[in-house]
């Protein structure tokens, strides 16, 4: 049987050429997103609205709200609300995305948060912080919600606290100290009698807490005896016009700047029993869920910010002289675009494999949605540090981006968990049971 390769008629082929019709030397451009595969029509789509979007919307807004204090980014004449506003022309929502074919959703979810992560990082949290409680509700099966609260309500997600942050993501005590004593937790629900009462506070870092009208509430649940242990907890969606409820000032903070963040306090606030998402029996299960979907979330977004940092640079290096010839010339600076690209590549490759794995799979694996944060996290600050230093002294100045965006990812590294404590709790997560012995 022949094996050769033959040319159509008409000469035009699709997918790879023959050798033959190779350039002499090879030379191909990577496409918008890199070495990626086409995509389905209706991603594709979606992707070109949502990269005009980030490139001519989120970008400028995002750096003008840069420079404002945190009370004026929140502010009812702040751009902060043009930007969504914008986006909600979108029509992007939870009922929405659950149209869309089932194996299109990976690609969808991670081509969404990487375009907005490219516009502007804090705005695309600020995003998916957003839509979390409605999120949650269907994936948790619930209906109250959606019928309940409309999806034009902004989200947030209360769960870290003051004295207990990175251990309210910690239910099975995975990075407790052997001698170690959590003691009280901030915030508290008292279940029972139809109603849930709730009474404490939730730490500064709450995304969208100044702007929020609705919160998917972590805290821990009171025992019969009135004790409370952050591991026994309830999951609540916390309407935030409710009686006794208040926010804090918004957080001035170092980066991402443009995602407003804030305390939140709960001064026995009485709800309706509907309000309870999940009871302490499947708290542990209801911080597994939510912190598998915000870690794909946040590989997502910060592969996009890597890439932009790569693109400023990768743009930058042939047009910057130096020695008599575009930088881009010299090895140095081609050997470090190459590895930016690389590590865009590799973020964006193990959040788009494991995002699939997680929404075909049983159940999802928490360890693997924290590979992709913390290698898309830990990638977005090297790129973006070296975007910075082959910018130069421009690269330190207010007047060019990269130096925002490198703080933008530096926050990154401690968001939904530092990656220190996410390798530990990911390194507990991957112990196999069957290959241990009885007494190990």
């Known amino acids: 049987m022949d094996q050769r390769l033959t040319l159509p008629e008409d000469g035009v082929v699709s997918g790879p050429r023959p050798f033959a019709q190779w350039d002499s030397p090879p030379s191909v451009k990577l496409g918008p997103m890199g070495a990626e595969p086409p995509l389905p029509p209706t991603v594709a789509a979606l992707r070109d609205s949502l990269h005009g979007l980030a490139d001519k919307v989120m970008r400028p807004i995002g750096r003008h709200l840069d420079r404002l204090t945190a009370e004026q980014v929140v502010d009812k004449g ?5 930007f969504r506003r914008e986006y909600a022309k979108l029509g992007i929502d939870v009922a929405g995305l659950a149209d869309f074919p089932a194996e299109e959703l990976p690609a969808l979810f991670t081509v969404l948060f990487e375009e907005l992560g490219w516009g502007d990082a804090g705005l695309a949290i600020s995003v998916g912080a957003g839509m979390l409680p409605h999120y949650m509700a269907a994936k948790f099966g619930n209906s109250f919600v959606a019928k309940t609260y409309p999806e ?63 919160c998917i509430l972590y805290c821990a649940a ?28 918004p957080l001035e903070k170092m980066g991402q700047r443009a995602l407003p963040q804030g305390e939140l306090f709960f001064d026995n606030v009485e709800l309706d029993i509907d309000h309870l998402l999940l009871a302490p029996e499947d708290y542990k299960k209801g911080v597994y ?77 928490l360890q693997a949605a924290m590979f992709a944060k913390v290698t898309a996290t830990q990638h977005a600050l090297e790129v973006a540090s070296d975007a910075v230093q082959m910018f130069g002294g421009n690269g330190v100045t207010l007047e060019y981006p990269v130096e925002k965006i490198f703080r933008d990812a530096r926050s990154s590294l401690i968001e939904d968990g530092c990656n220190e404590i996410l390798a530990i709790k990911g390194g507990t997560l991957m112990v196999d049971p069957d290959l241990l012995s009885p007494t190990a």
């Open 289 to 365: 869920a939510i912190h598998t979907e915000a870690n794909a979330l946040m590989g997502a977004t910060f592969t996009g910010c890597a890439r932009a940092a790569y693109e400023l640079a990768f743009a930058y290096a042939h047009e910057r002289k130096q020695g008599g010839v575009p930088i881009i010339r010299h090895q140095d600076v081609a050997k470090r675009l190459f590895h930016m690209a690389r590590k865009v590549e590799l973020s964006r490759a193990i959040t788009r494999r494991v995002t699939s794995f997680n929404m075909v799979n049983d159940q999802p694996a």
């Open 222 to 249: 009171e025992t019969k005896d009135g004790a409370a242990d952050p591991h026994r907890g309830a999951v609540l969606v916390v309407p935030l016009d409710a009686p006794g409820i208040s926010k804090g000032k």
């Open 78 to 82: 702040s751009r902060y609300w043009e």
């Open 152 to 214: 034009t309500l902004t989200g947030c997600w209360g769960i870290t606290e003051p004295d207990h942050g990175s251990d309210m993501l910690d239910s099975n005590s995975a990075i407790a100290h052997p001698r170690g004593a959590y003691g009280r937790p901030n915030c508290v629900a008292r279940i029972g009698d139809g109603k849930v009462t709730i009474r404490g506070q939730k730490s500064a870092w709450v995304s969208n807490g100044p702007i929020a009208d609705l």
